[in-house]
């Protein structure tokens, strides 16, 4: 064994956060911290006021933004934060037991050989049913309570994280997992010093990916039968001809969704602090 | 992208609202309005095609599009995807006060097709029961809105009940099955829920019945005024018919609908009035009558002047000549 091999993936089985990245990356500024990200949203918004304002487009349709801020304020006093935990609630627990199925799974899938077998070939079938097909069997089975919404939520999350584990495990080195095994390292040990973290960028980015469907799953649930969330506010909207409060329930919900995204990659920097990625150069 | 198809849509919505004015003498290519099983007179003119026959000499193909509730008619309405559509009268006026350009020129029916339904074996014995119950509705309908103005009556409002929101047939589905207390029910779901599974009707109430109102959008109103009356003459010439031959008609509910002839019959015959198609003073007062729960449950805007939209929505005149 030569001993290049030895020394190069011995930084990797060390499993602290290690050395800090090469090369600082400079502190974006102002403008490109805030300024550039609003621009679209801003001269949407601007030309979507101007345009009903003018006559462009008839409110009915597409109510002015000024509006749905007016709504958003109104319905802040009538029980919008309910809405809100509701549906933050249904997210929260759907997509821990969708994730938390989706790791032990997709762990046991990639580790296995019989049981990614045994396994697999069915999770992945059941990857290809599209959301919307699951509803009438699960107010079939689950009633039309909470259940069957935490189930959609969790069949959402579940299989972005499935696939990020299972291939997030396939992808690592061999060559890594060798040289553990040349260091005798016991199974468990082999699992947390070099395959946990050589598979954490996939299986981090299925959690991203499982937690935005697992928001998507949540409108698809609450639009069937809710009493509650942000879903019942949407079909409420629809139903009585508000197209302002459907626009004010799309506006939370991709703020509630950018939020849940932002915690998880801050998470995921955090974890990944190690990595030396690729960044675009600024000028 | 967005803003360009925004502005896309600014652009088209403006040509279509300068075209007709000048395109008014060319044939519509095409009619779109809907059916819907509450409404059995307009089930009659699609099964006899009176209005392929009218419209035919013109070239205009008809497009029939299924409602499933009032919700979903006054939804295609405001989205222009029709241009006449059935629905009760209380949920147009909501859609109306709400910004829906729509109009009424004519009434379908005079109806009590909406109560509150309980199961056979229910404990529940009167409206004031029904705090903290369970109870399905289609947000939007002539149910919902029965609903609440029947909690009004015990003193209760929506905040009393857990709202379960679910399309009329889901909602008799789930009461069956016990997944909710009660239900503000339709027909024909309603009779045949009765005649079926023997559930009872707990509260009813005929004056909350807010007639079946036919719409027609404001901008085909009034720039379609001759198409618009010749599809109401086909609906009067449904209407006489079904007077003649109420038996007939539930025979075709029945069959579109996929309900027994008995449901049918009890839909047709005892609880729709085909009597009055000319809204008038009568519809004025009951849509009068009714309004004040949209404003006290928070479905219209704060400050919005619904005396002001039955106005705009009731037109008393339109079908006055069409009229036998």
């Known amino acids: 064994m030569n001993t290049r091999l030895l020394d190069l993936p011995k930084d990797a089985v060390k499993d602290a956060p290690a050395a800090p990245p090469l090369r600082a990356r400079s502190r974006p500024g102002w403008k490109h911290a805030l300024l550039l990200p609003l621009l679209l949203p801003l001269l949407v918004l601007a030309g979507a006021e101007i345009a009903v304002r003018a006559g462009l487009v008839p409110a009915n349709l597409m109510p002015p933004p000024s509006e749905v801020a007016t709504t958003l304020a109104w319905l802040a006093g009538h029980g919008l934060g309910q809405h809100v935990a509701a549906s933050t609630l249904r997210v929260a627990i759907g997509f821990a037991c969708g994730a938390g199925a989706a790791l032990v799974l997709g762990a046991l899938v990639a580790l296995h050989r019989t049981s990614a077998r045994v396994l697999d070939p069915s999770l992945q079938a059941l990857r290809a049913i599209p959301s919307l097909a699951w509803v009438p069997l699960l107010l079939l089975w689950f009633g039309i309570d909470e259940t069957p919404k935490i189930v959609m939520i969790a069949i959402g999350a579940f299989f972005p994280v499935y696939t990020g584990v299972t291939s997030g495990v396939k992808g690592v080195d061999r060559k890594l997992v060798e040289v553990g095994l040349l260091y005798r390292l016991t199974p468990p040990a082999l699992v947390r010093r070099v395959l946990l973290p050589a598979a954490l960028p996939a299986i981090l980015t299925g959690l991203r990916n499982g937690l935005a469907l697992a928001w998507m799953f949540m409108v698809a649930a609450e639009l069937i039968a809710a009493s509650r969330g942000l879903g019942y506010l949407l079909s409420d909207g629809r139903e009585t001809s508000r197209a302002d409060i459907v626009l004010a329930a799309i506006v939370l919900l991709a703020v509630l969704g950018k939020l849940s995204d932002m915690a998880m990659l801050a998470l995921e920097t955090r974890l990944l602090g190690w990595r030396d990625g690729f960044t675009v150069e600024r000028a | ?324």
């Open chain 2, 1 to 324: 992208m967005k803003r360009r198809t925004l502005l896309q849509l600014g652009a088209a919505g403006v040509a279509s609202a300068a075209l007709p004015r000048f395109a008014n003498a060319a044939p519509l290519d095409e009619l779109r309005l809907d059916y819907a099983y509450y409404s059995p007179t307009s089930l009659v003119l699609r099964r006899f095609g009176w209005l392929e026959q009218e419209f035919k000499p013109d070239g205009t193909a008809i497009a029939w599009v299924y409602s499933a509730g009032s919700n979903r008619a006054l939804e295609y309405l405001n989205g222009a995807s029709i241009d006449i559509g059935s629905s009760a009268g209380l949920a147009a006026l909501l859609a109306r006060a709400n910004g829906a350009p729509i109009r009424t020129p004519y009434i379908f029916s005079r109806p009590e097709w909406t109560a509150l339904v309980v199961r056979k074996d229910s404990p529940i014995r009167s409206l004031a029961d029904l705090k903290g119950k369970k109870i399905a509705a289609t947000k939007g309908t002539d149910p919902y809105l029965f609903l609440l103005r029947s909690l009004q009556v015990a003193g209760l409002n929506r905040g009393d009940i857990e709202h379960v929101s679910l399309q009329h047939a889901d909602g008799r589905v789930a009461l069956e099955q016990g997944k909710v207390d009660a239900w503000a029910g339709l027909d024909p779901h309603m009779a045949a829920s009765e005649l079926e599974s023997g559930a009872r009707l707990l509260y009813r109430n005929v004056a909350f019945n807010t007639y079946g109102f036919l719409n027609v959008r404001e901008q085909f109103l009034a720039t379609r005024p001759n198409e618009t009356a010749r599809v109401l003459r086909a609906y009067e010439r449904a209407r006489a018919w079904t007077r003649a031959n109420p038996g007939e008609a539930a025979r075709i509910l029945a069959e579109e609908a996929k309900v027994p002839l008995a449901v049918a019959l009890l839909q047709v015959k005892l609880r729709s009035d085909f009597s009055q198609p000319l809204p008038g003073a009568e519809h004025v007062a009951a849509l009068r009558a009714a309004a004040p729960i949209l404003r006290d449950e928070n479905l219209v805007r704060p400050g919005t002047d619904l005396n002001a939209a039955i106005a705009a929505l009731v037109d008393t005149r339109f079908a006055k000549p069409l009229i036998a």
